[in-house]
């Protein structure tokens, strides 16, 4: 079968708000910069509670990653809620333990049409010796009241369709939804609430003016606020302000679909309609997508878009898990670029007095992105703390030649992968 050549969102997607490119110059009280999960929930928030904004988005919103992802909603950070309580306080933890609920919240409020669906999320290990930390982890969750279970190797091949998982756990707070439509629903939310939303309008320049903050577009017209939010994450361009595209790694996402399950498979493969994603340092992650189509996706190389080698390792490892899935060929290829950081937490940023910046969310951005909106709206609509600590900007040493040593760092984690039992 010939493979589309867009993504299976985009092919499946409902309309999105129809928003003209900024024309003439304004002043708003908040301006934010990325029309993407975190940039949409901040102006939505921020309109919620009165404030006047502004959002400006380079291309359409959910063009960037929020819009190619998997559309897993998962809570919680990468690390554990122990060490989220020892690094950041409870208050954290919860924060990060709250974000599907944010999340799911948004959704019901606004009526989004995006399938979402509250099926929960499975975290599954090929290794037996990665089963006391997956273990450790939902246990610690469990105590805080989560909703988790544990899954033997029997039942966790029951949940998946495969017998190749030696365990692992499921979060019933997690789910899924239409990232496209999820997004664009977000836009037209913010818009009814009383956010102005402008498309076709990147920034390639902000500076301080006496008159506040002041961006500019490339049209020349500009806009000026007291205040502005700054999350482009893994789209952020070169030099933009200060650098910060260098506290992070762009990596690929690299994402196939098959084309519809036959009833059978359908009854086997994710049964209970969980998402799926595994514990190897180079794993990968599995959902039934729209029109009961089975994706999966990987992490790719460090190149500029999805390669027929990236496509071709997903490729195998769909072979590997469900062979006759496989078996009906690939429908849809298309990736999405990844904010990752050195530690895999999240940044917060307030290099200058009036600005603040949100970025590298390493592959939670769908829970943790409309969270980190809505805490982002709260701290300047009402001064409420933000949820984890901003830092210094931190750029990552040698970071022109970061797709040279994320390849070398790729390769050697596959390599751990593989050697591990």
Same mark, same amino acid.
């Given at each position: 079968?010939? !493979?589309k050549?867009?993504?299976?969102? $985009?092919?499946?997607?409902?309309?999105?708000?129809? %928003?003209?490119?900024?024309?003439?110059?304004?002043?708003?009280?908040?301006?934010?910069?990325?029309?993407?999960f975190?940039?949409?929930?901040? $102006?939505?928030?921020?309109?919620?509670?009165?404030? &006047?904004?502004?959002?400006?988005?380079?291309?359409?919103p959910?063009?960037?990653?929020?819009?190619r992802?998997?559309?897993?909603?998962?809570?919680?950070?990468?690390d !554990?809620?122990?060490?989220?309580d020892?690094?950041?306080?409870?208050?954290?933890? &919860?924060f990060?333990g709250?974000?599907?609920?944010?999340?799911?919240d948004?959704?019901?409020r606004?009526?989004?049409?995006? !399938?979402?669906?509250?099926d929960?999320?499975?975290?599954?290990?090929l290794?037996?010796?990665?089963?006391? &930390?997956?273990?450790?982890?939902?246990? =610690?969750?469990?105590?805080?009241?989560?909703?988790?279970?544990?899954l033997?190797?029997?039942?966790? &091949?029951?949940?998946?369709? +495969?017998?190749?998982?030696?365990?692992?756990?499921?979060d019933?707070?997690?789910?899924?939804?239409?990232?496209l439509n999820?997004?664009?629903?977000?836009?037209?939310?913010?818009?009814?609430?009383?956010?102005?939303?402008?498309?076709?309008?990147?920034?390639?320049?902000i500076?301080?003016?006496?008159?506040?903050? =002041?961006?500019?577009?490339?049209?020349g017209?500009?806009?000026?606020? !007291?205040r502005?939010?700054?999350?482009?994450?893994?789209?952020?361009?070169?030099?933009?302000y200060?650098?910060?595209e +260098?506290?992070?790694v762009?990596a690929?996402?690299?994402?196939?679909?098959?084309?519809? %399950?036959?009833?059978?498979?359908?009854?086997?493969?994710?049964?209970?309609r969980?998402v799926?994603?595994?514990?190897r340092?180079v794993?990968?992650?599995?959902?039934?997508?729209?029109?009961?189509r089975?994706m999966?996706?990987?992490?790719?190389?460090f190149?500029?878009?999805?390669?027929?080698?990236?496509?071709?390792?997903?490729?195998?490892?769909?072979r590997a898990?469900?062979?006759?899935a496989?078996?009906l060929g690939v429908?849809?290829?298309?990736s999405?670029?990844?904010?990752? +950081?050195a530690?895999h937490r999240?940044?917060?940023f307030?290099?200058d007095?009036?600005m603040?910046?949100?970025?590298?969310?390493?592959?939670?951005g769908?829970?943790?992105?409309?969270?980190?909106?809505?805490?982002l709206?709260?701290?300047l609509?009402?001064?409420?703390?933000?949820?984890l600590?901003s830092?210094k900007?931190?750029p990552?040493?040698?970071?022109?030649?970061?797709?040279?040593?994320? $390849?070398?760092?790729?390769?050697?984690y596959?390599?751990r992968?593989?050697?591990?039992?």
């Amino acid at each position: 079968m010939t !493979d589309k050549p867009q993504s299976l969102w $985009a092919a499946t997607a409902r309309p999105g708000p129809d %928003l003209s490119a900024l024309a003439e110059s304004r002043r708003t009280d908040v301006l934010v910069i990325g029309g993407g999960f975190t940039g949409l929930s901040t $102006a939505l928030h921020l309109a919620e509670a009165g404030v &006047a904004v502004t959002l400006l988005e380079a291309e359409t919103p959910g063009h960037g990653g929020s819009g190619r992802n998997g559309g897993q909603v998962i809570p919680g950070l990468k690390d !554990d809620p122990d060490g989220l309580d020892a690094l950041f306080g409870p208050a954290a933890t &919860a924060f990060a333990g709250g974000t599907a609920d944010i999340l799911f919240d948004l959704v019901a409020r606004h009526g989004i049409d995006c !399938d979402a669906s509250r099926d929960g999320w499975i975290q599954a290990s090929l290794k037996d010796s990665h089963l006391p &930390a997956l273990e450790r982890r939902m246990a =610690q969750w469990q105590v805080r009241g989560a909703p988790v279970e544990w899954l033997d190797a029997q039942a966790i &091949a029951e949940a998946t369709g +495969t017998r190749r998982f030696r365990g692992g756990w499921r979060d019933l707070r997690a789910g899924r939804v239409h990232p496209l439509n999820y997004v664009q629903g977000l836009a037209a939310a913010a818009r009814r609430t009383g956010a102005d939303l402008f498309a076709h309008s990147r920034v390639v320049e902000i500076r301080r003016t006496d008159a506040g903050w =002041q961006a500019r577009t490339q049209s020349g017209a500009t806009v000026t606020a !007291d205040r502005v939010v700054l999350v482009t994450n893994a789209y952020t361009p070169p030099n933009l302000y200060r650098r910060i595209e +260098t506290t992070l790694v762009a990596a690929n996402s690299i994402q196939i679909a098959t084309p519809p %399950l036959p009833p059978d498979l359908l009854k086997r493969i994710l049964p209970g309609r969980s998402v799926l994603s595994e514990s190897r340092r180079v794993g990968t992650y599995f959902r039934i997508g729209p029109g009961n189509r089975l994706m999966i996706g990987g992490r790719g190389r460090f190149s500029h878009g999805g390669t027929p080698a990236d496509y071709g390792i997903i490729e195998r490892e769909l072979r590997a898990f469900f062979p006759e899935a496989a078996r009906l060929g690939v429908e849809y290829r298309w990736s999405g670029r990844v904010g990752m +950081t050195a530690d895999h937490r999240v940044r917060l940023f307030e290099p200058d007095t009036g600005m603040i910046v949100a970025m590298g969310y390493n592959g939670r951005g769908v829970a943790l992105g409309t969270a980190m909106g809505k805490a982002l709206a709260d701290h300047l609509a009402r001064g409420t703390p933000l949820p984890l600590p901003s830092r210094k900007i931190d750029p990552l040493p040698f970071h022109r030649f970061h797709r040279s040593y994320g $390849a070398a760092a790729i390769a050697w984690y596959r390599l751990r992968d593989a050697l591990e039992r």
